[in-house]
């Protein structure tokens, strides 16, 4: 058993704890996140060394790396550093398990130019442009957050040419016509 334990304690910050990345947008799930998975290694016999640590981040999932360089430096050292490290991971890594809990709002919060465009496939479906009646409505849902997070972790995929996407979502984009690009594209990705 101590063998075990020898190969575990080796094993994890070797070869596990390198491909586990999570992004937490808030602080309370954010602690919660790395006080459970310590939890859970701990009970498996693992013990953290003291430059070890859980790779959960402060960030926004859907935004890309941005370049804060010197503007969290001088007021919150350690925010800075996690703003470099996790800019580092969505500017190199690649991923092939995407796991996620969408934020629900159709009045979204995350309107930037990067998350509008990023949906604009799905305003295709079999090679033609989506046409609605009511263009406000087609826009109005893919500026939904979940919407957005479910053609984020699409592009994540196809980045590393394959992979597992896994996402809580309510059921409305199987049913919402102007959703229909939405759908074809998952039916696109799913062979």
């Known amino acids: 058993e101590l063998e075990f334990a020898d190969l575990w304690n080796k094993y994890v910050p070797e070869h596990l704890l390198p491909r ?7 602080m309370a799930p954010y602690a919660i996140a790395h006080m459970k998975i310590g939890l859970k290694l ?7 060394q003291s430059n070890e640590r859980v790779r959960i981040y402060l960030t926004n ?10 503007t969290l430096e001088f007021a919150i050292p350690a925010l800075a550093h996690e703003a470099e490290a996790v800019n ?3 500017r190199n ?3 092939t398990v995407v796991i996620g809990n969408p934020p629900y709002s159709n009045l979204s919060a995350n309107l ?10 799905y305003k295709m479906c079999a090679g033609e442009t989506v046409r609605e009646r009511g263009a406000l409505s087609l826009e109005k849902n893919l500026n939904d957050d979940y919407v957005k997070f479910c053609r984020f972790s699409e592009s994540i ?3 590393a040419t394959s992979g597992i996407c896994s996402l809580i979502t309510n059921s409305g984009f199987l ?6 690009g939405m759908r074809w594209s998952c039916l696109l990705y799913t062979s």
């Not at 586990?20 to 808030?26: A, D, F, N, S, T």
């Not at 701990?42 to 953290?48: A, K, N, S, V």
């Not at 930037?112 to 496939?121: E, G, H, M, N, W």
């Open 61 to 70: 999932a859907q935004e890309p790396a941005q370049d804060f360089s010197g």
């Open 112 to 121: 930037s130019t990067y998350l509008r465009q990023i949906v604009a496939p």
């Open 157 to 159: 995929i196809c980045t």
């Open 20 to 26: 586990l990345h999570g992004y937490e947008l808030l």
């Open 88 to 90: 580092a991971i969505k």
């Open 93 to 95: 890594q690649r991923f």
């Open 42 to 48: 701990y009970e498996t016999g693992y013990h953290f």
């Open 175 to 180: 049913t919402t016509p102007s959703l229909r």
